[in-house]
């Protein structure tokens, strides 16, 4: 190691501007739970002590990022600010074509809708929400070919978010490779537990894809750290830097959606990048229709600026690092206290196993609904259920789907909370795990049609 290289995962950064934060007392914290409906999507920010309930948008921008926010080019069209994106994009993915979205499930609509036919199978490394809802929407079934460690909480798998190739083939046979528009290929896998996928598997689904003329479409929402992970844990990457990393990666795919509120480190925005120039040209033309001008898609110039700017530093390798760093210590802290969490620990979040928490509970008690609501109460951390109330309903029967996995997010925000922070968290998480026993579960009294675990309402049983 030489004198220039950093020895810990310490933060490439130092604060400029804080925002205050506050703990409740545990009677507020009841009140605002009940009145919640025990959902922290619920909850108002104002009633969050550390807010872990999602990475997404939550990031603090850079001093370079908010200077570009003063750069924006409002021009209804052809603001420099996207072709300043454009060329990020380029430079940084090595997609061709690129169109801005409000945020990533726009850019996974804009996809769907173009792209799938009502009968079509998309085969994907596990299903993530809002990516599914938008292909079945379109007509589409989705079929998940994720590694069945995937699915196992404890497995140290270190590439859980692979694909299964047999799994993969064996739904092209039976299908036919003409009712597969493409397969939807996330890096990490968010549902698994913060996931990456291998580049050798990517390659490998690439070389079988090619083989059928199928298309692979990239969920880049957390490339970068799929990234990294792939440099700490592949053969033969250790040397690589990530943005190195992360061109292979996408040289796998023909296009990809992004929601930029994550790697890219902005609060709101996205974009669809396609190869193919006459998919882009169709996506170019829907995208007027529900996003805005090809040239802006839902966005200020300001935000496009913000976003090509926020793309250059999320592939710096210092910045990756403490980012995912920041993620493993918190779980090493889990991990030394014992709590049930995923293993390994995801790259932007750590996943408690809430049926090891409450084995009392059956999932239709919503254990993992419950496990979040009991974090809150112990110390105003919000987290998110991924879990039976995320998984949904499926279409045809109505029932609820029962995931293996039922777990409670703690997602990390990225350069927002200190060491300090991560270990309160870690504190209230041990506490709540030596209150596991007395734990009821709960029951849904309110159920929205779509996405139900955004607004979904619940009342504690007995
Ligand atoms: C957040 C996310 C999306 C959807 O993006 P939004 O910006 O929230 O609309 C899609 N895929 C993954 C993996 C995500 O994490």
């Avoid at 804080?18 to 605002?32: K, L, N």
Wanted: aromatic fraction near 10%; charge should be negative.
């Amino acid at each position: 190691m030489d004198s220039t290289t950093r020895r810990s995962w310490a933060e490439p950064f130092k604060i400029k501007m804080v925002e205050p934060i506050r703990v409740m007392s545990r009677a507020e914290r009841e009140r605002a739970i009940g009145e919640a409906g025990f959902n922290t999507f619920l909850l108002k920010s104002d009633d969050v002590y550390i807010d872990l309930l999602t990475d997404s948008g939550t990031s603090a921008m850079s001093d370079y990022q908010w200077a570009g926010m003063m750069l924006g080019d409002e021009a209804y069209a052809g603001s420099r600010n996207f072709y300043h994106l454009e060329e990020a994009v380029r430079k940084y993915y090595g997609y061709k074509y690129i169109v801005p979205t409000h945020q990533g499930r726009a850019a996974e609509h804009i996809l769907s809708r173009i792209a799938i036919k009502p009968g079509d199978y998309v085969p994907g490394n596990m299903y993530f929400t809002t990516t599914r809802l938008h292909q079945e929407l379109a007509g589409g079934t989705f079929e998940d070919v994720i590694i069945d460690e995937a699915h196992d909480p404890t497995s140290v798998h270190p590439f859980k978010g692979n694909v299964d190739l047999d799994k993969l083939e064996s739904l092209i046979k039976r299908v036919g490779p003409e009712r597969i528009p493409y397969v939807s290929l996330a890096a990490t896998v968010n549902m698994a537990g913060g996931q990456p996928i291998s580049l050798a598997n990517m390659r490998a689904v690439r070389e079988l894809t090619n083989r059928y003329g199928i298309r692979v479409i990239l969920d880049a929402a957390r490339a970068v750290e799929n990234a990294y992970f792939i440099q700490q844990r592949e053969t033969g990457y250790a040397e690589t830097p990530v943005a190195t990393i992360l061109r292979e990666m996408c040289g796998y795919t023909d296009g990809c959606t992004m929601s930029a509120k994550k790697d890219p480190l902005v609060n709101i925005g996205g974009f669809l990048a396609l190869n193919d120039p006459e998919l882009f040209e169709e996506a170019r033309n829907l995208i007027v229709v529900y996003e805005g001008l090809h040239t802006y898609g839902g966005l200020a110039g300001r935000d496009m600026e913000a976003m090509a700017r926020g793309i250059e530093e999320a592939v710096n390798d210092d910045s990756i690092r403490a980012r995912v760093g920041q993620v493993e210590y918190l779980g090493n802290q889990l991990l030394a206290a014992d709590a049930p969490i995923v293993t390994p620990i995801g790259g932007h979040a750590v996943y408690l196993d809430a049926r090891r928490f409450y084995p009392q509970l059956k999932q239709d008690e919503f254990p993992a609904q419950m496990l979040a609501a009991q974090l809150y109460l112990d110390s105003g951390v919000r987290s998110m259920e991924r879990g039976i109330v995320s998984a949904g309903r499926d279409p045809e029967t109505g029932e609820h789907h029962y995931p293996k996995l039922e777990l409670v997010r703690l997602a990390i925000p990225r350069r927002v909370y200190t060491q300090s922070h991560m270990d309160v968290v870690a504190e209230s998480v041990a506490e709540v795990y030596r209150q596991r026993r007395d734990v009821r579960g709960l029951r849904m009294t309110f159920e929205p049609k779509y996405l139900r675990f955004f607004q979904a309402r619940f009342e504690p049983l007995g």
